[in-house]
């Protein structure tokens, strides 16, 4: 077990930003956490790194509490705080050459050498991090981060305010990494849950509302199939109700609908009869799949 | 800490930082040692190095507080104190490593005053006709009066994220420890042994003390303590996220 949560909480004043959350991250895999603005995540993850200390329960890496053997757990874990927080005066190398010393990283030049290879940033060692653009501030970040080789790595929202050219880049990079080590990543990016992680963790008003992979928490909030279908000519909402095993139904533009059946029937060919027999022409049918965005309305509405 | 030293002794150095405390700190005291007429060597028409040692600490009021203003301030500012506490040093580390560079620095600005001692040397009459014991004795002293600044300095950066809060309070405090006691023991309320004791809590007192060229262990014992004081206090504060 790389990383474990047990029965976390975390009072601010009189807020629980954190309450009573459990959950576990293993070796080869990378976990997204997930949540609206101000869930709890953040603190979740300042806890574990032991920038904040818990209210109540613990946070365990690689088998150190972070409250008891904290110099243990600290050299395991890789940190990219929110904001990546950088000393903007200094160069990328000296930089990275100043976190190894930190560290006491064993031929550490050439491992910074390593990092500014892997982070793609060898066109840049010689900058000012004050002169680099923000994803190249963001391999900066991450380089910091593994510089050391941690066992486990922490970003809180490694992508955010990148192009979408680097959002891809950093993504491939997070999830090379997560073969071999312990990711947990925190957005609230959707989409970079699906892309990226293989398992996610809900939270919401610092609650665990979800744990479990994207394919589970697909099928567990799949209740229905959903079909989007467009005629040439005008429907009508009430005929096309009345299709078998078809239980409501949307308008969406003029002549397009979005139909909900049960998940355990396909009601394609029942709107096919339907359109022949009715001499309508079919211009688009299509069943949609839940996406994680759904899921993740559902569970923090 | 030794990262740590290095990493803010180059920073001192890449950027004007350190040139200009340096800088600042040469000029003013060879005005005031060899050109002001008030206080000039020359004129004066003794050979010791008292203006030195008298305008040191004044001008070590204003310059150290804006070498240590940025030490943790900034890092509180810009968010890279979380990744310094996160890291598998301790906080004494931290606090051990900056202390100790800006005292590096303070004591690279007092390197070349060692020139006045030999000119001084020099030009007494006969040559060399100098109180060497003193001017070691001040020279030991003005460290120690330095590192307490520093001290108070890194602690008054510790408390805050803005520079010119840090330097602001550092400079109240740095004043308030080097004069004030000494000026408060002369109220009337403290009489008999209690005036001895509030004059006693300066660094005034101890520095005089130290001047004479006589290294009593109660004004080291003094220093020390005042430092560690300080240290301790940035450290404290330093976790008072996780009170």
New interface residues.
């Given amino acids: 077990m790389s990383v474990k949560v047990t029965h976390l909480s975390k009072l601010f004043a009189t807020q629980r930003a954190v309450d009573d959350v459990s959950f576990e991250a293993h070796q080869g895999e990378v976990l997204g956490f997930l949540g609206p603005n101000g869930a709890g995540k953040t603190t979740t993850m ?1 806890i574990i ?5 818990a209210s109540s329960g613990q946070a365990e890496v690689c088998g150190f509490d972070v409250a008891l053997h904290p ?1 243990e757990a ?2 395991r ?1 890789g ?1 990219l ?1 929110e ?1 990546n ?6 160069y990328v190398r ?1 930089y990275l050459t ?2 190894a ?4 990283v064993p031929q550490a030049a050439k491992r910074v050498a390593a990092m500014i290879e892997l982070t793609g940033l060898g066109s840049h060692r010689h900058k000012h991090i004050n002169e680099l653009s923000k994803g190249y501030r963001q391999r900066v970040g991450l380089a ?1 981060a593994m510089l050391h080789d941690p066992e486990v790595l922490i970003l809180d929202e490694p992508t955010s305010g990148l192009d979408p050219n680097q959002i891809v880049e950093i993504r491939q990079l997070i999830k090379d990494i997560g073969r071999e080590k312990t990711v947990i990543l925190s957005t609230h990016i959707l989409g970079e849950v699906e892309a990226v992680c293989d398992r996610a963790i809900i939270i919401n008003r610092g609650k665990l509302v979800a744990d479990a992979t994207i394919e589970e928490l697909k099928r567990q909030f799949s209740g229905q199939s959903v079909v989007t279908v467009e005629f040439a000519e005008a429907g009508d909402q009430k005929r096309l109700a009345a299709i078998p095993n078809v239980l409501s139904v949307k308008g969406l533009d003029k002549n397009r609908w979005q139909l909900h059946a049960a998940v355990d029937h396909d009601v394609r060919p029942d709107i096919f009869a339907f359109a022949v027999a009715n001499k309508l022409t079919l211009l688009e049918l299509h069943k949609e799949t839940y996406s994680v965005e759904d899921v993740f309305q559902q569970l923090t509405k | 800490m ?3 030293f ?2 803010e002794i ?2 001192f150095f ?2 004007l930082i350190g040139y200009i405390v340096i800088g600042v700190f040469l000029v003013l005291m060879g005005l005031v040692m060899w050109v002001f007429p008030d206080y000039s060597v020359l004129d004066g028409g003794y050979a010791n190095l008292n203006t030195l040692f008298s305008i040191s600490p004044l001008i070590f009021l204003f310059l150290i507080p804006a070498v240590t203003m940025r030490t943790l301030a900034e890092e509180q500012q ?13 906080d004494w580390q931290i606090v051990g490593g900056k202390f100790l560079a800006c005292l590096v620095l303070v004591a690279f600005a007092l390197l070349p005053t060692l020139l006045y001692f030999v000119t001084v040397y020099r030009l007494g009459a006969p040559v060399g006709n100098l109180d060497s014991g003193g001017i070691l004795g001040s020279y030991i002293g003005l460290l120690f009066l330095a590192a307490a600044f520093v001290a108070i300095g890194v602690f008054a950066s510790s408390l805050t994220n803005n520079q010119i809060v840090a330097f602001v309070l550092a400079t109240f405090l740095c004043f308030f420890f080097l004069l004030a006691f000494d000026f408060l023991s002369r109220l009337p309320v403290f009489f008999g042994k209690t005036d001895d004791v509030v004059q006693g809590i300066g660094i005034q007192y101890h520095y005089d003390s130290m001047s004479r060229g006589v290294l009593d262990s109660r004004d080291l014992i003094y220093f020390v303590s005042l430092i560690a004081l300080f240290l301790a206090a940035t450290v404290l504060s330093l976790g008072k ?2 009170w």
């Fill in positions: 300042k790194t032991g920038y904040l200390p110099m600290r050299r874990v940190y705080p904001h927080p950088l000393y903007r005066d200094m000296e100043f976190t010393g930190v560290h006491g910091q | 030794l990262s740590i290095r990493k180059n920073s890449s950027s810009s968010g890279t104190i979380e990744l310094l506490v996160t890291r598998p040093i301790s996220r996780k």
